[in-house]
């Protein structure tokens, strides 16, 4: 048997293999978004197309899931429709991919020139109110380039978001987000005190609404089902009177994006408590409902189990 100093070994043994892992995909990404740099855009675009379709053949996990969830989703749609949606998703996602390679590239004018805001005085009007502005929307569209526009165009922005479980990667990613002045709310730790005190300096928090929320979620209607959604953005909107952006981009025929803006009621009349927030997380998930139904190959939530969590009558 072996004493604690050979469990010792064996152990670091495996955290350097991990490490050395990590270094290894952290220098295949780096690579790749090195040379992306020598591309130009289209045929960048180009290639991240191709690279979506082949992951369309040759991932049939996650195409699998997805063809589930837009069977839920649209069961009046044929499942040669369903499959071209899913085609379309992949392809979008193999373009936001490479997107991001570019993204230490991007400047306040090349966003300004790519990304179009629909309704931005809707959201400067809220940040003229002094109490910080709550954005919330969906994974929908290229929501990493939309909020990089945001910042570029000097609105003090900060998002909430997951670590990448690769260290190496997740700093080089933080890094691309933050050269225009973007912060990064990491989403564990103490993020809710992070984020008032980014509200009542009044800046602008963003906090995506569309994946499920576990088990402390609120459940509300979501094509026809009901979906465990976060309760975050309609809670910091009525805990600090901060009032609550719908930030949604789309993706247009040539290559731009449209950013638009919705501000969302919060101060309900005859609610309080749990019913307010189930009236506000209700309005702002029919809201996204809309824009996907609209153009369904945008949104990436089609290879997430939006709906794993149940009511407890629907339980089996």
């Not at 369903?82 to 400047?107: A, E, Q, S």
């Not at 003090?156 to 912060?183: C, E, F, W």
Request: net charge positive; charged share 20%.
């Amino acid at each position: 048997m072996w004493d604690s100093t050979g469990y010792d070994f064996l152990n670091k043994g495996v955290l350097l293999l991990k490490r050395f892992r990590y270094f290894c995909e952290y220098l295949f990404v780096r690579l790749t978004v090195i040379l992306a740099w020598l591309l130009p855009v289209p045929l960048l675009h180009f290639f991240g197309r191709c690279l979506g379709t082949f992951c369309y053949y040759c991932v049939p996990v996650r195409k699998k899931l997805a063809l589930k969830s837009l069977a839920l989703a649209f069961p009046e749609k044929t499942r040669a429709e369903h499959r071209h949606i899913v085609h379309g998703l992949f392809r979008h996602l193999g373009v936001l991919l490479v997107n991001h390679c570019l993204f230490p590239r991007m400047t306040p004018e090349y966003l300004s020139k790519q990304v179009k805001f629909k309704g931005v005085e809707v959201l400067r009007g809220a940040i003229s109110r002094g109490r910080g502005v709550v954005l919330t929307g969906a994974h929908f569209g290229d929501w990493e380039v939309g909020s990089l526009a945001l910042a570029a165009s000097g609105i003090s922005l900060s998002v909430v978001t997951a670590a990448i479980h690769n260290p190496y990667v997740d700093r080089m990613i933080r890094q691309h987000r933050n050269h225009l002045g973007m912060k990064i709310i990491a989403s564990k730790g103490i993020p809710i005190r992070n984020i008032l005190v980014e509200l009542k300096q009044e800046n602008c928090v963003g906090l995506l609404i569309d994946q499920s929320a576990g088990r402390t979620g609120l459940l509300v209607d979501f094509f026809g089902r009901k979906a465990s959604t976060a309760r975050g953005p309609a809670q910091f909107a009525v805990k600090t009177g901060a009032p609550l952006i719908l930030c949604m981009s789309t993706p247009q025929v040539d290559g731009t994006h449209l950013m638009t803006f919705e501000e969302i009621a919060t101060d309900i009349d005859g609610l309080e408590g749990e019913a307010q927030l189930l009236y506000i997380t209700q309005d702002v998930t029919a809201r996204i409902e809309n824009h996907i139904r609209q153009n369904p190959q945008f949104w990436f939530g089609w290879i997430h189990r939006r709906w794993k969590i149940r009511p407890p009558k629907q339980k089996k």
